[in-house]
């Protein structure tokens, strides 16, 4: 973090877009001051300023895999024979790959338009399921990792306990997932010690998932924890869970968690893909967001979120990039977009009202859902909030003559990451020109974690 005051042509302030605008950034990484007109010192750093994009929603590791769960198997494939292919990969990685990969990723992530990452990580025993020393090491390195890339992160250790609805026994391929409540509390303990008065730093929690906790379990960890802990659960994704989950308890998923539990706006419910009108009222009005993770939800024939009667309802959104097939915060939301278009046969879906960009509302939603899930103070250029700005090439022949509203939709639905030129966070100009700072280490890390993994 350092003490910086950025000058841009043309800003998305809460209040709206606004032209000639002078930021200024305290040492601490906060914004102190907006304001009209280019003071003296400031440094003008041509494009389009907006408010930088929280992730949400990341399974760090599963970024090695990319590319290679796309054949065909020999019978119907599905999320659950993904899941096997992925397991195998997840036991392969050493701390020292979780890292590298991490690293990368987080690197990705800046250069995308992102400023922070909920990691939730589930990877924490060693590859035959008996725990680290320490056991917090695989977490550290994802908190290493991001620290090596300068993104903020909200780390969310997960809670895996069980391989099925009711407290079934975990699978061989789960073995590096499980832990009980006392171990599963010390990793979170030393995390919250490791992360105290660190800027960029948030811990929560991510019970996997209710097919991996039972609301019993889930009762016991929640109750000693700080108040305001974020808590993210997957919920939903999936039909067969869904049924699974009717044939335990007679209760859907949704319906399972919001009457165990008093949801809020702590929650985030991932995924939440399979719900009936009632529940999607329901979850809408308890507060909790809907993390939603477009691109790899598409890749996985996960199905189709009902993005059009949760937001109606009031339902808070935010944006993931989860298995990572798609690192990209423009991509996820014209996704998102998309498959309401698909579904409801209309345009401009997602829009807030006639004569409103779909673009700018989707980005907006995002900004203040994710900042909300992450416990991140972001998602707004303004006083007060940190100084996480992404900034949009403004000499990019697609946006010749765009601003506004016209360059964000432009950029959304069909610039993606080649139009995104710096972003800062905390003030800390971390992509320049469209290159990170420490990109080239990092990238030499990363080839040879995959060199060593893919053989
Ligand atoms: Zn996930």
């Known amino acids: 973090m350092q003490s ?4 841009f042509a043309s800003a998305l302030l809460a209040h709206g877009w606004q032209r000639d605008v002078t930021v200024t950034c305290a040492g601490n990484g906060m914004i102190t001051a907006v304001a009209g007109g280019r003071e003296g010192d400031a440094q003008h750093v041509p494009g389009i300023a907006i408010p930088a994009m929280p992730n949400i929603h990341s399974h760090a590791h599963q970024r090695f895999m990319l590319g290679l769960a796309e054949r065909a198997g020999p019978g119907a494939d599905s999320f659950w024979t993904w899941r096997e292919a992925m397991y195998g990969f997840a036991l392969k990685l050493s701390p020292e790959d979780l890292e590298a990969v991490a690293a990368q990723l987080y690197v990705e992530m800046l250069k995308a338009g992102f400023a922070a990452v909920g990691e939730f990580q589930y990877l924490h025993h060693q590859p035959d399921g008996t725990p680290y020393e320490d056991p917090p090491r695989m977490r550290l390195r994802c908190l290493a990792a991001a620290g090596r890339a300068g993104i903020a992160t909200t780390i969310l250790p997960t809670l ?7 407290g079934q026994p975990p699978q061989p391929g789960q073995r590096r997932f499980i832990n009980g409540v006392d ?10 010690e490791e992360s105290k008065g660190h800027p960029l730093r948030r811990v929560g929690i991510s019970p996997h998932s209710l097919r991996a906790v039972t609301p019993d379990l889930l009762r016991e960890v929640v109750a ?3 108040g305001e802990t974020p808590i993210h659960i997957h919920l939903a994704e999936q039909v ?7 044939a335990h308890s007679g209760l859907r998923p949704v319906e399972l968690l919001l009457q165990e539990f008093d949801v809020s706006a702590r929650w985030t419910a991932i995924h939440a893909t399979h719900m009936t009108k009632a529940e999607t009222q329901a979850l809408a009005i308890s507060g909790a967001a809907a993390g939603l993770c477009p691109t790899t939800e598409a890749n996985l024939g996960d199905g189709i979120f ?10 808070a959104i935010a944006i993931g990039s989860d298995s990572h097939i798609t690192v990209s915060p423009a991509e996820d939301l014209r996704m998102l977009e998309y498959s309401q278009r698909l579904q409801h046969r209309t345009r401009n879906a997602l829009a807030a009202g006639p004569g409103q960009s779909t673009g700018r509302t989707l980005y907006e939603k995002a900004l203040s859902g994710g900042a909300r899930s992450l416990c991140q103070n972001m998602g707004a250029i303004a006083p007060g909030r940190r100084c996480d700005i992404a900034v949009l090439d403004a000499g990019n022949p697609l946006l010749a003559g765009r601003e506004g509203d016209a360059a964000l939709d432009t950029w959304i639905f069909s610039g993606g990451n080649a139009l995104v ?6 003030g800390r100009h971390l992509v320049k020109d469209r290159r990170h700072i420490h990109e080239d280490e990092i990238a030499r890390d990363f080839r040879a974690a995959l060199r060593r993994l893919d053989t």
Not at 306 to 314: I, Q, R, S
Request: proline share 6%; charged share 25%.
């Open 240 to 246: 067969k869970e869904v049924e699974d989950c009717l």
């Open 421 to 426: 030129k710096d972003v800062f966070v905390a």
């Open 4 to 7: 910086a005051k950025l000058h």
């Open 224 to 226: 000693p924890l700080p």
């Open 306 to 315: 009902p993005a059009v009667d949760f937001t109606k309802a009031g339902g």
């Open 160 to 166: 895996y306990a069980d391989g099925g609805f009711g």
């Open 183 to 192: 171990s599963f509390l010390k990793i979170f303990a030393r995390l919250s």
